[in-house]
C-alpha cells in the first residue's frame, strides 16, 4: 500500500513520530534494521528511562544554534510529554523534576509505543536502509533488497552512540551524501580518560565534588554532584555534564584538564583550619588522622601529592605542608586525554546542521519533503531526561508539519 510518509529508525524519535502521523490518520511505513524496536530506550535511565524532566529549559540543551529551543519547548515541552505518556498508559513517577514511569521500567515505555503503533495500523518492517536518493518530488529509499518510495520521509536514525543499541552513524553517512552539512560528532555524557598513573589506586571511589574543565585554560563548563574514579580516569554524573566540553576540545587539538574539588562541602581556609585540627591535637599518624573525612584508598595517594609521609606522626606536619593537602584536595588539576568513546557515550554531540533545517518543522531546507528527528541533528542535552524531550519535541514538530 502507498504510505504517507517512511520513516528510518525506530527509536525515541522514529516512533514518536510514527504515532503522531498515524494519529491524524496518514498511512505510516517504519524501517528498523535491529529486531527489536526502541532498543536504546530500554538502557536508558538505567533500566528506568527518565524520559523528560519537570525542569525544562533551553539552556538544557547545547549545539550550534539552539537558540530556537526555546520556542521548539514552548511548542512541545515537558508536561506536553507527560500528556503524550499518559495517553499512552504511562503514569509519571517524579523524583527532583526528573520524570519517570511510575512502573520505573524502561520496557513500559516501549510496550506502550509498540502497542500503540499496532493499534494505529503502522507498518514496521526489518530493513537496514543503505542509501537515499532524492529525485524530483519524491524520495528512493534502498535497502538490502527493496526499494521503496515516498514524498515524505523522515531520518530518525540517532547519531553514534553505544552502536549496539542500532545507531551505528548510517544516517549521519545518508544525510551527507543528500549535501547536508554535519557538525563533526563527538561522544558526549561519558566518562573522561585522564594521564596521570594514580587513577587505578583510586578506581571505585565515589564522592560528592566538583569538577571544573579547562579547554586551553580558559573555563569551559563546571558541575558538581557524585564523582567517580575509575582506572581510566572520571566520571559520574558531573563529568558527564561537562563531558562535550572536553571531547570537542580533544577534536580541536586542544589541552583540556579538569579541576577536581574533592572538598566542596568546604572553603579552602575552612579545609585548613579541619586539617590542622585534627593533625595538631592527635596521637594518630598522618594517613590515620585523615580517616573518616577521605576515602580510605585516596588517602595515601593524596599524602603522597603533599610530599606527606602516611607513617609520620601526624603533629609534626607544618603549615605549609597542610596548605598543599588542601590545595590538592580543592584543587587537583588532572589532564584530560580522552574521552571513553563513543560506545559506552549515552549521546552524540554534532550531527546534521541546524543551519540548513527548518526549525519550526525539521524539514530540510535542502531537500522539502526529507525530515529529520531526535539525536540525528546537532542538538545534545545534558544528562537528566532532555535527549529524549529532543527526541519527543522534534518528533512533535516533524510530524506536524508533515501532517500539514
Ligand atoms: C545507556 C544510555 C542511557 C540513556 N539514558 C537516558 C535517559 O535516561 N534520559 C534521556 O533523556 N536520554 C537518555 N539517553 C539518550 C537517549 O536514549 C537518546 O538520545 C535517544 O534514544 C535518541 O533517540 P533517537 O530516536 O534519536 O535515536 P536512537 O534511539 O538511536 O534510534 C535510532 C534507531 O534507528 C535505527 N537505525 C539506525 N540506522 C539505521 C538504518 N540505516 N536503517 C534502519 N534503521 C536504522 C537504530 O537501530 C535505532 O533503533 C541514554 C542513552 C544511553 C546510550
Not at 528498523?32 to 524532566?53: F, P, R, S
Not at 573522561?192 to 579547554?215: D, F, H, N, S, W
Not at 609520620?312 to 596548605?323: G, H, R, T, V
Not at 584543587?331 to 554534532?350: H, M, P, S, Y
Request: aromatic share 8%; hydrophobic share 40%; proline share 2%.
Amino acid at each position: 500500500m502507498k504510505k504517507d510518509v517512511i520513516i528510518v529508525g525506530a527509536g525515541a524519535s522514529g516512533m514518536m513520530t510514527a504515532i503522531c502521523c498515524a494519529r491524524n490518520g496518514l498511512k505510516v511505513l517504519l524501517l528498523e534494521h535491529k529486531d527489536q524496536v526502541g532498543k536504546k530506550i530500554l538502557a536508558t535511565g538505567n533500566g528506568k528511562c527518565n524520559y523528560t524532566n519537570r525542569n525544562m529549559s533551553e539552556n538544557c540543551f547545547r549545539g550550534e544554534d539552539v537558540t530556537f529551543m526555546k520556542q521548539a519547548l514552548f511548542s512541545f515541552g515537558a508536561e506536553d510529554a507527560i500528556t503524550f505518556f499518559r495517553s499512552l498508559g504511562i503514569e509519571p513517577k517524579e523524583k527532583n523534576g526528573y520524570v519517570y514511569p511510575y512502573s520505573e521500567q524502561a520496557a513500559a515505555v516501549v510496550d506502550a509505543m509498540k502497542m500503540e503503533l499496532l493499534h494505529l495500523g503502522v507498518e514496521i518492517q526489518k530493513q537496514h536502509v543503505s542509501k537515499i536518493k532524492a529525485l524530483k518530488d519524491a524520495f528512493e529509499i534502498c535497502t538490502d533488497g527493496e526499494t521503496f518510495s515516498c514524498k515524505k520521509i523522515v531520518l530518525a536514525t540517532g547519531g553514534k552512540a553505544s552502536s549496539k543499541l542500532g545507531s551505528d552513524g548510517s544516517g549521519l553517512v545518508m544525510a551527507r551524501k543528500l549535501g547536508h552539512d554535519i557538525v563533526p560528532t563527538v561522544p558526549a555524557l561519558i566518562g573522561l580518560c585522564c594521564k596521570e598513573e594514580y587513577y587505578p589506586q583510586i578506581a571505585g571511589i565515589r564522592m560528592q565534588g566538583k569538577v571544573t574543565l579547562l579547554v586551553d585554560g580558559e573555563k569551559a563548563a563546571e558541575d558538581e554532584g557524585e564523582l567517580q574514579f575509575t582506572k581510566y580516569g572520571i566520571s559520574g554524573i558531573p563529568v558527564f555534564q561537562v563531558s562535550r566540553y572536553a571531547a570537542k576540545g580533544i577534536e580541536e587539538g586542544k589541552q583540556v584538564e579538569a579541576v577536581i574539588d574533592y572538598m566542596s562541602a568546604f572553603s579552602e581556609n575552612d579545609l585548613i583550619e579541619c586539617l590542622k585540627e585534627r593533625f595538631h591535637h592527635t596521637y594518630k599518624t598522618a594517613q590515620e588522622a585523615l580517616i573518616g573525612l577521605l576515602p580510605s584508598k585516596m588517602i595515601p595517594v593524596l599524602l603522597q601529592q603533599s610530599g606527606i609521609k602516611a607513617t609520620m606522626k601526624a603533629e609534626k606536619i607544618k603549615e605549609p605542608q597542610i596548605k598543599q593537602l588542601a590545595m590538592q584536595l580543592k584543587r587537583k588539576k588532572t589532564k584530560i586525554t580522552d574521552t571513553n568513546g563513543f560506545e559506552q557515550a549515552q549521546v552524540t554531540a554534532g550531527g546534521v546542521s541546524m543551519k540548513e533545517v527548518d526549525v519550526n518543522t525539521m524539514e530540510s531546507k535542502i531537500h522539502p519533503g526529507l525530515y529529520f528527528t531526535g539525536e540525528i541533528l546537532d542538538v545534545d542535552g545534558i544528562c537528566g531526561g532532555y535527549n529524549l524531550q529532543w527526541c519527543w519535541t522534534s518528533a512533535y514538530l516533524a510530524s506536524r508539519a508533515i501532517i500539514g
